[in-house]
C-alpha cells in the first residue's frame, strides 16, 4: 500500500552541523505534519502544511528549524547549528483532507543523533 | 491550548485478558480523537478513532468510549495477543477543516504476559 516515505533513516550530525530531513507524502494528500518525539516517548507538534503553504508552525523553534513543501518536491525539514537536545526521532504525517475524516499516516521516522 | 493526560505508562496484562487505556482532554472544543499503536523502531499506526459525535465505536477486538462531558475517552482491546503488545498514545485536536495538529499523550507501554 501507499506510505509516507521518510529519508534518511538514520542521520549522525556534530554539535552545531546542520542536518536535512526528507519527507515524502503520500500522493494525493494536501496535508504534511512534523512531530518530534524525544526519549521519553513524547510528540511535539512542530508544524502542518497544507499544500505548500506553512498553516500552523507555533511548534517550530524558529530561529534554527525551518521547513518547506515545494511542489513536485519531498517536504523537507531542515534544522541549522544542531544541538544535543535535536537529538530526537523526527516524524513526517500526511492526511488526504480534513484530519477528521482520514486521520494521519505517519512515516517511519528519522533518528537525528547529535554528538 | 489542549493537553492530554495518558493513564497508564505501563500496563501489564495476561494473554486473553482485556486491557483499558484512558486519556482526559483539557479543550472542550476538541471533536477529534484517534488512537494510535507505535512498534518498536515504527511510526505510530492509526487503530481507530472516535468523533464527538459519537460515544462509543468498535472494530473487532478494539474499542473507543468517550465521555464528552466529563472530557475523557478509553480504549479497551479484548482477548488480548502477543502482537498488540506495543506503546499505545491518545491524541485530541479540534479538526477546523485544516491542517490542525494533534495534541498527544505520553503513552502507554502495554506487555502482554504470554
Known amino acids: 500500500g501507499e506510505e509516507v516515505a521518510q529519508t534518511p533513516k538514520h542521520l549522525v550530525r556534530g554539535e552545531g552541523q546542520k542536518a536535512k530531513l526528507y519527507c515524502a507524502p503520500i500522493?494525493?494528500?494536501?496535508?504534511v505534519f512534523w512531530y518530534q518525539q524525544v526519549l521519553k516517548n513524547e510528540f511535539k507538534f512542530l508544524i502542518s502544511?497544507?499544500?505548500?503553504?506553512?498553516?500552523?508552525e507555533t511548534g517550530m523553534p524558529k530561529e534554527r528549524f525551518s521547513a518547506k513543501c515545494l511542489p513536485n518536491s519531498p517536504c523537507s525539514l531542515e534544522i541549522q547549528a544542531t544541538k544535543l537536545e535535536d537529538s530526537a526521532v523526527y516524524f513526517c504525517?500526511?492526511?488526504?483532507?480534513?484530519?477528521?475524516?482520514?486521520?494521519?499516516?505517519f512515516g517511519s521516522g528519522t533518528r537525528l543523533t547529535v554528538v | 491550548g489542549e493537553n492530554v493526560e495518558q493513564h497508564p505508562s505501563t500496563l501489564s496484562v495476561q494473554e486473553g485478558d482485556s486491557a483499558v487505556i484512558k486519556c482526559t482532554y483539557s479543550?472542550?472544543?476538541?471533536?477529534?480523537f484517534p488512537w494510535y499503536k507505535q512498534e518498536l523502531g515504527k511510526g505510530p499506526q492509526l487503530i481507530i478513532d472516535?468523533?464527538?459525535?459519537?460515544g462509543e465505536k468498535k472494530d473487532q477486538r478494539i474499542a473507543v468510549t468517550l465521555n464528552k462531558t466529563a472530557k475523557h475517552f478509553s480504549l479497551h482491546i479484548t482477548e488480548t495477543q502477543p502482537e498488540d503488545s506495543a506503546v499505545y498514545f491518545c491524541?485530541?485536536?479540534?479538526?477546523?477543516?485544516?491542517?490542525?495538529?494533534?495534541?498527544f499523550g505520553k503513552g502507554t507501554h502495554l506487555i502482554i504476559q504470554p
Open positions: 504525517a500526511s492526511s488526504q483532507s480534513t484530519v477528521s475524516t482520514h486521520g494521519y499516516t
Open positions: 500522493k494525493g494528500h494536501s496535508y
Open positions: 502544511f497544507q499544500n505548500e503553504n506553512v498553516f500552523d
Open positions: 479543550d472542550s472544543a476538541s471533536n477529534y
Open positions: 472516535i468523533r464527538s459525535n459519537v
Open positions: 491524541a485530541a485536536m479540534y479538526s477546523g477543516g485544516g491542517a490542525d495538529g494533534l495534541t
